[in-house]
């Protein structure tokens, strides 16, 4: 029995680790079609997993980013500037493809009754006067709200004094990096389970009859996200690398996004993104910054949902949008979703500064909230693994593009 048992734990470990994750997503969907009641039931591993990414993803930041900086060499190149050209093209790119999808596909809302139990920020200072407490956060508090702006700044700033230190100091951060680091891979390790059971548990408690009305705008969300993944990023990808790029796109799509897709938490995914810039041989000294950093301001999800929500709000009311108007939309739109981190209830929050731009009174753009909150489980699922897939995917690129690799599995 014990022989059978290792036989087939070393079989379960030879099959990669996408292969599982695949197959829990199956089996998830599978018992939730034969057993809801079971798969209600089951949804507790997915939560788990979750509790788990989002506990480990703070301190895993803080160290790795200190660590980084504390022992970087003198003459090794980081890329971090070419990856936030990326990260901005990207995230403006993402808003103009929804404005012209929204255009091209208009689509009306049957609006709800509105969410009182959320309050947007009252502008665009707001969001960003956020983000700059969230920079100067104590970095206990940091820890503990997983707001990952404070913790890169402490991390950042610790990371440079360290360099100063003893040598063992530095190979003791060093030591507690790769600790972490451990973790974090035995907590991946459960990935196929936690994903097995947040397929069942969210298809067993709400499935997606609830959707049938939104078919129209989920259609203009997802198609959008779907082009920028497949068309728009590959072309930003092919710039960098001169070469074709869907391998890599497909790598990230495959290993990032489909993990992000049923998590919904980009904090969550910056573990797998970390995991995957290590197998891909990227630059521990870039990735390690690059990765939390474009969790919290590579948004180009969150951009599309803004714009298409908005635009769709728009027609709803019968008001003509000009050209100048939708550029300025796409530029407003990106800027906020910059800042959707630094917001409880993320992108959706801000759509009513984006309804500003058209008049239109909040308690109506807090209706259009409540929409979106309706259809949350398709949009904040596509929009997270659009935002998280795309962090590693530029990361990725920048380094193939500047040779910032250590020679191991590459995926161009």
């Given at each position: 029995?014990?022989?059978?048992?290792?036989?087939l734990?070393?079989?379960?470990?030879?099959?990669?680790?996408?292969?599982?994750?695949?197959?829990?997503?199956?089996?998830?969907?599978?018992?939730?079609?034969?057993?809801?009641?079971?798969?209600?039931s089951?949804?507790l591993?997915?939560?788990?997993?979750?509790?788990?990414?989002?506990?480990?993803?703070?301190?895993l930041?803080?160290?790795?980013?200190?660590?980084?900086?504390?022992n970087?060499?003198?003459?090794?190149?980081?890329?971090?500037?070419?990856?936030?050209?990326?990260?901005?093209?990207?995230?403006?790119?993402?808003?103009?493809?929804?404005?012209?999808?929204?255009?091209?596909?208009?689509?009306?809302?049957?609006?709800?009754?509105?969410?009182?139990?959320?309050?947007?920020?009252?502008?665009?200072?707001?969001?960003?006067?956020?983000?700059?407490?969230?920079?100067?956060?104590?970095?206990?508090?940091?820890?503990?709200?997983?707001?990952?702006?404070?913790?890169?700044?402490?991390?950042?700033?610790?990371?440079?004094?360290?360099?100063?230190?003893?040598?063992?100091?530095?190979?003791?951060?060093?030591?507690?990096?790769?600790?972490?680091?451990?973790?974090?891979?035995?907590?991946i390790?459960?990935?196929?389970?936690?994903?097995f059971?947040?397929?069942?548990?969210?298809?067993a408690?709400?499935?997606?009859?609830?959707?049938?009305?939104?078919?129209?705008l989920?259609?203009?969300?997802?198609?959008?996200?779907?082009?920028?993944?497949?068309?728009?990023?590959?072309?930003?990808?092919?710039?960098?690398?001169?070469?074709?790029?869907?391998?890599?796109?497909?790598?990230?799509?495959?290993?990032?996004?489909?993990?992000?897709?049923?998590?919904?938490?980009?904090a969550?995914?910056?573990?797998?993104?970390?995991?995957?810039?290590?197998?891909?041989?990227?630059?521990?000294?870039?990735?390690?910054?690059?990765?939390?950093?474009?969790?919290?301001?590579?948004m180009?999800?969150?951009?599309?949902?803004?714009?298409?929500?908005?635009?769709?709000?728009?027609?709803?009311?019968?008001?003509?949008?000009?050209?100048?108007?939708?550029?300025?939309?796409?530029?407003?739109?990106?800027?906020?979703?910059?800042?959707?981190?630094?917001?409880?209830?993320?992108?959706?929050?801000?759509?009513?500064?984006?309804?500003?731009?058209?008049?239109?009174?909040?308690?109506l753009?807090?209706?259009?909230?409540?929409?979106?909150?309706?259809?949350?489980?398709?949009?904040?699922?596509?929009?997270?693994?659009?935002?998280?897939?795309?962090?590693?995917?530029?990361?990725?690129?920048?380094?193939?593009?500047?040779?910032?690799?250590?020679?191991?599995?590459?995926?161009?």
């Open positions: 029995m014990s022989n059978s048992l290792s036989l734990f070393r079989a379960y470990k030879r099959v990669g680790l996408v292969t599982q994750i695949v197959v829990g997503l199956v089996a998830g969907c599978l018992l939730a079609w034969l057993s809801p009641e079971a798969a209600a089951v949804s591993l997915g939560s788990l997993f979750v509790a788990g990414l989002k506990a480990v993803a703070p301190v930041v803080f160290v790795l980013v200190t660590a980084s900086l504390a970087h060499k003198r003459g090794q190149p980081t890329h971090i500037r070419p990856i936030l050209v990326l990260y901005a093209l990207g995230t403006i790119s993402a808003a103009a493809v929804a404005v012209i999808a929204s255009f091209m596909l208009p689509t009306s809302l049957t609006l709800v009754s509105q969410a009182n139990d959320v309050i947007p920020p009252e502008g665009v200072g707001a969001v960003l006067r956020t983000l700059l407490f969230n920079v100067v956060d104590n970095p206990v508090h940091a820890l503990i709200e997983g707001n990952f702006i404070g913790i890169l700044a402490w991390a950042i700033g610790l990371g440079f004094a360290f360099r100063h230190a003893r040598q063992s100091t530095r190979d003791l951060i060093a030591d507690v990096s790769d600790g972490v680091t451990l973790i974090v891979k035995v907590v390790g459960f990935a196929p389970l936690g994903i059971g947040l397929v069942a548990g969210t298809l408690e709400s499935g997606f009859a609830a959707l049938a009305g939104y078919l129209q989920l259609l203009v969300l997802v198609g959008s996200m779907l082009f920028m993944a497949f068309v728009v990023n590959p072309l930003l990808v092919f710039w960098q690398i001169r070469r074709n790029p869907y391998p890599l796109v497909l790598t990230c799509l495959r290993e990032s996004g489909i993990t992000a897709f049923f998590t919904r938490s980009s969550a995914n910056i573990p797998v993104n970390m995991q995957l810039c290590e197998r891909l041989g990227l630059h521990k000294d870039t990735y390690s910054v690059s990765i939390p950093l474009g969790a919290t301001i590579n180009g999800g969150a951009a599309i949902t803004i714009t298409v929500l908005t635009l769709a709000a728009v027609n709803t009311l019968g008001i003509a949008v000009d050209i100048p108007s939708a550029i300025l939309l796409s530029l407003l739109a990106a800027i906020c979703a910059c800042g959707a981190s630094g917001v409880a209830g993320g992108s959706l929050l801000l759509i009513p500064l984006a309804c500003s731009l058209f008049g239109i009174s909040n308690d753009a807090m209706q259009v909230v409540a929409v979106g909150f309706i259809i949350g489980v398709i949009q904040d699922s596509a929009e997270t693994a659009l935002n998280s897939s795309t962090d590693a995917l530029f990361t990725a690129a920048s380094c193939l593009a500047h040779g910032d690799v250590n020679g191991a599995e590459q995926a161009s």
